[in-house]
């Protein structure tokens, strides 16, 4: 393969994709939206699928978050939370990932009264299911929301730890504004101590991007970070990233909601720097892209196939799969290197 060589649709289709930067409750379609709504006896604000996916309209993380929140009431039953999962891993298969590590926010449910095990219940059943069925291994990772209060967030980490043999990780997401990782490390230091390996969302052009990512990298001590792509304008901190092997979980199509464009060419710089940068989905069924519609994306603001390639080889160095899960997905890599295709 050259290095000028044009990515088609055909090996975006046949590469082996890891995603790492997946909110199931973002993955949630309108018309699993109207399903759900109508087994559970709820009336939604719109009137059919079109109609909701027309009021999907962001211009900034919280007006994002409005509609993911509001979003998710349908989500009731662990019957529910096992049918998103499930309509996700399929969708995933469906696209040619091999593993996948997904965020839930156990605190959007049991706020308003979805107990914790009712959504971690549903989501495990289909995960076991969709490794059986579908071949596809993956990993779960619980997010505290940061525009709570750090004691309940630390009450849900406790809650958390009889399911600790399902839960790989956790991470920090929801409105950045006002509420740094720092608010979050004692829950993090406990949460370590517990055995969960650690990320947290940076995102895009926020109000203190650089010094949330400082905070992340040199207090919080994170293992890796979701978003984080205002790094660059920090190159002391590039550096560590860079000589920590810290992984960065962008999201193209999403950025181009919250913020303005996709930020492909930051990504590019980051990977030119050495970074071990990955390209992922964040909430599908919101932005309109899942992991393949994202490739396509940095295909068109010209990621050469190589290029497509180390960003699935940094998402499979940086991901917490189990060895035998990091194995087969590098060996399908390496056959697609070594393919006349490829
Ligand atoms: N950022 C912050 N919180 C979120 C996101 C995101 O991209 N998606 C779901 N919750
Ligand atoms: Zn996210």
Redesign the pocket.
């Known amino acids: 393969m050259t290095e000028n060589a044009t990515a088609t649709d055909a090996f975006i289709e046949t590469l082996p994709k890891c995603e790492l930067?997946l909110?199931i409750?973002?993955t949630l379609e309108p018309e699993l939206k109207f399903a759900l709504a109508e087994r559970n006896r709820l009336r939604l604000p719109h009137g059919t699928v079109e109609e909701m996916r027309a009021a999907y309209r962001f211009d900034d993380?919280t007006s994002?978050?409005a509609s993911?929140y509001e979003g998710m009431q349908v989500l009731r039953t662990a019957a529910d939370f096992y049918d998103l999962t499930r309509a996700y891993l399929e969708k995933a298969a469906g696209q040619g990932v091999r593993y996948a590590e997904i965020?839930f926010?156990p605190q959007a449910h049991t706020s308003r009264g979805v107990p914790f095990d009712v959504v971690i219940g549903g989501i495990r059943r289909a995960q076991l299911e969709a490794e059986r069925t579908l071949g596809l291994p993956t990993g779960l990772i619980m997010?505290f929301?940061?525009d709570f209060q750090a004691e309940y967030a630390m009450a849900t980490l406790l809650e958390s730890l009889p399911y600790r043999q399902w839960i790989v990780g956790v991470g920090l997401?929801?409105?950045?504004r006002g509420h740094p990782p720092a608010k979050f490390a004692q829950v993090f230091d406990r949460a370590r101590r517990e055995g969960y390996l650690i990320t947290a969302?940076c995102?895009v052009d926020q109000q203190d991007s650089v010094e949330h990512i400082r905070q992340c990298v040199e207090d919080i001590r994170v293992d890796r970070i979701?978003?984080g792509s205002n790094v660059l304008e920090s190159p002391e901190l590039v550096a560590e990233v860079v000589r920590r092997g810290l992984g960065l979980t962008c999201?193209p199509i999403?950025n181009r909601w919250?913020s303005d464009g996709t930020k492909a060419e930051l990504i590019k710089q980051l990977l030119d720097l050495g970074v071990k940068v990955t390209v992922n989905s964040?909430?599908p069924a919101?932005f309109g892209g899942y992991v393949a519609e994202n490739l396509v994306a940095m295909r068109e603001a010209g990621f050469s196939p190589d290029e497509l390639i180390t960003l699935q080889r940094n998402a499979i160095d940086i991901s917490w799969a189990p060895p035998e899960v990091k194995r087969d997905f590098r060996g399908r890599l390496d056959a697609l290197v070594g393919s006349p295709a490829g």
């Not at 997401?173 to 950045?176: L, M, T």
Request: hydrophobic letters at 20%.
């Open positions: 930067h909110h409750e973002g993380l994002f978050l993911y965020f926010d997010c929301l940061r997401d929801s409105d950045e969302h995102d979701d978003h999201c999403s919250v964040d909430d919101y």
